[in-house]
């Protein structure tokens, strides 16, 4: 891979057909290898079990021979090009343009946000994919406050998110308590199991901390998985109430909402509902946490996740901090878990496999760590684009590595990598991260 | 300075400490007035940095102690013993990189109870200290010089209102006028505001000629201490640390 260093921008390097030609030679070989099995012998089970295979040569060779070619034409492009540096070569009045356009895409979006049962009521599909989309963006923000601010690198969020739904699942249907009585218990329960993670944590960093937090959440659904008698076990929990507006049940019968306004029933309404509701813990999140980062257990947070050791010296209680920011991003993950329950109307450990936890932290660390706006972009592209390559079927998996590559090889520090400056002086200016490289000398 | 000495701020009594197995302090003894500028020198590895460590607690004290203010510290955790409003700069500066100058600023003021409107005042002398870091508000602390970031950890402390401050290395891999900068900003400070200041050099010449006092560290123990000047003229000192070492600046 060639690297863009950035003592090199001044001139093309001047890469010879030879160089290139080598290039393309070792991107063939290397295609060869990872090929040969993979796409070269194609195996199966037999109609009486044995194994049966056949050889694909042409498909390999083919194969091969893509990436020989593409590998030409990259290097030829990059030669053309030399080294680039996208940042440098937007013009100034283009980047203040782009902005000019970040300020209002905000509001812009939030406005959208707030008008889509509007816009696309007679599309029950987009609803739903809207309130998937919305679940994910409230379990990014949440866990933005312990990976993106904290810098506590954690792998189990899941669990949290599987807190909150069991609990509000357990409490509903065993006690009959309400959704609005169920959802700060349930947030309460996540951040006692936030800080139950976070106590033997606290002196863990980096690959350790992920390792065990990965474990937590791995020891929840198994616990979850096996607790036959509470849980349910594999078949989890069926017949959890939907939520009310507020009391007033949105059926059709008598006491229904429609009924008390006087409007025809439609099932849209609960959906609208639900819509709303996710919406509203999202941006209930997402406001806490803008709040919190101007405080100063926001930039304690902040301050951790740079250097823990200057943050003992300036008289920051790291035990406390940490704990706090395991315990609000859990909670946060708690609330979106118990709204899963309550529009899943059925729950099971199924539903809180590791996978939802990278899933999760891909969205963060695709956003850029710590920008809340990035994590929302995120959101909406990864479980977006899920549902977009849908038809692509067997495909899907790899236009999205692929995709996730790229963007990373585009923009390392995630979608927005620039971190707002959480003290104002005269004038905002925030300085984008990949126009400054960090120095330590 | 006044006739009656003024009583030690820091006292330090017999203190040991160690990295596992291998004694790092091996019975000090240090103590820091009120209003004074001391400086401990030594070569690499004499235990310098781990004494103004121990004071943070981290690593433990295994035996001595340590008070402040006539209060024990040995043992207190080290976000207390800043919370006393003992201020560090330390070892390699620790600021934090990717936030920027003014917020590693008000991560000092944090630290302490005072009002807004104090920060404000702090801060603008802090500034008026080092205007280079004035010019450089907004920008990310990663981005700043060697001599920036020194300056930077030196002003954060400085947010902490300090009652106490404590330097590790400031002149570390700094050019010869920053470091003058630097070392004029802390006569400053201590002149003006009365700062007492407990200094770790490598750098003996400037460091001694800064300090009212100074204790050299060999090997965990303190050999040598007395007036900063008095020191200077030493020469075993002299054969030491100057002149086998760095150029007079």
């Known amino acids: ?441 | 300075m006044t006739d009656a000495p003024a009583p030690p701020l820091l006292t330090i009594r017999a203190l040991r400490a160690s990295y596992g197995k291998i004694a790092a302090l091996k019975g000090v003894d240090l103590d820091v007035r009120a209003g004074e500028i001391v400086a401990l020198i030594g070569a690499n590895g004499a235990g310098k940095s781990t004494l103004m460590m121990t004071v943070f607690g981290r690593p433990r004290a295994r035996d001595g102690r340590i008070a402040f203010d006539g209060r024990d510290i040995t043992h207190l955790p080290t976000h207390l013993v800043a919370r006393l409003r003992i201020a560090q700069a330390p070892e390699g500066r620790r600021i934090f990189p990717r936030m920027t100058v003014a917020e590693n600023l008000k991560m000092g003021a944090d630290a302490t109870e005072a009002s807004a409107a104090d920060h404000a005042v702090d801060l603008e002398r802090v500034l008026g200290l080092f205007p280079r870091l004035k010019e450089r508000l907004t920008q990310r602390g990663g981005t700043l010089s060697g001599g920036e970031q020194q300056m930077l950890a030196i002003g954060r402390a400085l947010m902490m209102r300090p009652r106490l401050l404590m330097l590790d290395e400031p002149s570390l891999g700094l050019a010869p006028l920053i470091t003058r900068q630097i070392f004029d900003a802390i006569r400053t400070l201590n002149r003006r505001d009365g700062l007492t200041v407990l200094i770790v050099e490598q750098n003996a010449n400037q460091a001694l000629r800064l300090a009212h006092r100074g204790y050299v560290m060999v090997n965990g123990e303190i050999t040598l201490s007395g007036e900063g000047r008095e020191l200077l003229q030493r020469p075993e000192i002299r054969a030491a640390y100057l002149e086998g070492g760095r150029q007079r600046a």
């Open chain 1, 1 to 441: 891979m060639a690297h863009p260093s950035s003592d090199t921008h001044s001139a093309a390097p001047p890469h010879g057909f030879a160089f290139i030609l080598r290039r393309a030679l070792i991107s063939a070989a290397i295609a060869l290898v990872l090929f040969a099995l993979m796409i070269g012998v194609r195996t199966e089970a037999g109609p009486t079990g044995v194994l049966i295979y056949w050889t694909r040569f042409g498909d390999l060779a083919a194969l091969v021979g893509a990436v020989f070619v593409g590998s030409i034409i990259v290097e030829l492009i990059r030669t053309f090009l030399g080294p680039v540096e996208i940042a440098r070569r937007v013009p100034d009045g283009l980047r203040n343009g782009l902005s000019a356009l970040r300020r209002f895409a905000v509001p812009a979006l939030l406005v959208f946000a707030v008008l889509i049962p509007v816009i696309f009521y007679q599309q029950r599909y987009i609803l739903d994919l809207s309130i998937l989309v919305l679940t994910y963006v409230m379990l990014g923000w949440g866990l933005n406050i312990v990976v993106g601010l904290a810098g506590l690198l954690d792998l189990g969020y899941v669990a949290f998110y599987a807190v909150g739904a069991y609990s509000y699942a357990l409490l509903s249907t065993t006690f009959g308590l309400s959704f609005w009585i169920c959802l700060p218990l349930a947030g309460i329960l996540a951040a006692f199991w936030g800080m139950m993670l976070g106590f033997p944590v606290l002196r863990l960093k980096g690959d350790y901390l992920a390792i065990v937090t990965l474990a937590f959440g791995e020891i929840i659904r198994i616990v979850l998985l096996n607790w036959q008698s509470l849980t349910g076990g594999p078949n989890g929990i069926s017949g959890i109430p939907r939520p009310t507006a507020f009391g007033i049940p949105l059926t059709a019968g008598p006491d229904g909402l429609a009924a008390r306004l006087g409007i025809p029933f439609s099932p849209t309404h609960r959906i609208v509902f639900l819509f709303y509701l996710i919406l509203a813990l999202a941006l209930l999140t997402n406001w806490a946490t803008i709040r919190l980062r101007r405080l100063p257990i926001g930039r304690a947070w902040e301050a951790l996740r740079e250097d823990e050791v200057a943050c003992r010296a300036l008289g920051i209680n790291t035990v406390v901090t940490k704990l706090t920011a395991f315990a609000l991003g859990a909670m946060f993950g708690g609330f979106a878990g118990a709204f899963f329950a309550t529009r899943q109307g059925f729950i099971s450990p199924e539903s809180f496999s590791f996978q939802e936890s990278a899933l999760v932290l891909a969205i963060v660390v695709l956003g850029g760590m710590g920008s809340q706006l990035g994590v929302a972009l995120a959101a909406v592209a990864m479980i977006g684009g899920f549902e977009l390559f849908r038809g692509f079927d067997q495909y899907r998996m790899l236009v999205f590595g692929v995709a996730m590559v790229l963007l990373m090889i585009w923009r390392p520090r995630g979608l927005i990598g620039h971190r707002a400056p959480s003290v104002y002086l005269a004038r905002r200016d925030a300085i984008a991260a990949d126009l400054v490289k960090e120095g330590h000398g």
